[in-house]
């Protein structure tokens, strides 16, 4: 085995020691193992029938609440008693689309409404709201961090427990139903983005929804496909080993330490 580890230290001149850094010719400091949360093929309930106002026959519907007075992204949102006259809620495997949508075509499994169907050729549908939940331990919701592919043709928001942590295409200010994606996605490939968790995550069920945004009423299409995945270390490697120690990187000229650069994981 030609694996190699050089684990450089310090004293400094109180006499305390420092773990200065730790390399491996094996690739140690690259991608951690990942473990898939959800799949693309992933069930979610779905909401295709919020119409957008685009004309008398479809007028502009705002987003459902459940008899309570949920919101539909909260986990304690209950599809079931979602507000009657907006429509009821769906339930399907993953991908999501209709339309020509190049990469994603492949993987569609349930069929959207909305687009072109009215008698003039626009869409009355120009979002789509989705929710899932997905299973944690206890280990799997300390870590800090999630990774996500994510196809969403042609904006859209991500909802993690509640909480809003991503947006792609759309305003930073606020979103209506009527609101347009920013501009047209490239369908040509799924895109990649790491999701602060802030703690958000609890073990057992965990709740993610998404809200899919057309850019304009007469877009030819609309998709959303997303895989979901967790890194963690392995039990006995040396990222196990060394999971919850800051790892130091230090440059030293004689005794006087002049420059340092400190991360810390997970």
């Known amino acids: 085995m030609h694996t190699s580890h050089r684990i450089c230290s310090q004293l400094t001149r109180i006499g305390a020691f420092v773990l200065l850094s730790v390399m491996s010719s094996s690739g140690v400091g690259g991608t951690l193992p990942s473990t898939e949360i959800i799949a693309l093929s992933q069930t979610w309930h779905y909401h295709d029938g919020m ?35 907006i429509g009821a809620w769906s339930s399907g495997p993953g991908a999501f689309g209709v339309g020509g949508l190049t990469i994603l075509d492949s993987s569609i499994q349930t069929v959207l409404f909305g687009v072109n169907d009215t008698i003039t050729g626009e869409n009355s549908v120009t979002t789509y709201l989705f929710r899932t939940s997905f299973e944690l331990s206890v280990k799997q919701a300390q870590t800090k961090q999630l990774e996500l592919q994510l196809f969403a043709d042609d904006g859209g928001r991500l909802f993690l427990n509640g909480v809003e942590v991503l ?25 990649s983005y790491t999701i602060p968790t802030d703690g958000l995550l609890r073990p057992g069920t965990n709740t993610l929804a998404f809200e899919l945004h057309n850019a304009s009423v007469v877009s030819g299409d609309a998709g959303f496909g997303l895989q979901l995945s967790i890194a963690l270390p392995e039990p006995g490697s040396l990222y196990g080993m060394l999971a919850g120690f800051f790892l130091v990187k230090l440059r030293h000229s004689g005794k006087s330490l002049n420059r340092a650069s400190v991360s810390a994981w997970p």
């Open 51 to 85: 119409t957008n106002g685009v004309n008398a026959e479809s007028p502009l519907e705002d987003y459902p609440l459940d008899s309570p007075g949920s919101r539909w992204y909260e986990p304690q949102f209950d599809v079931g008693s979602s507000d009657a006259s």
């Open 167 to 191: 947006r792609t295409r759309l305003p930073i200010d606020s979103i209506h139903t009527d609101t347009p994606a920013a501009f047209n996605f490239p369908e040509f490939e799924f895109e």
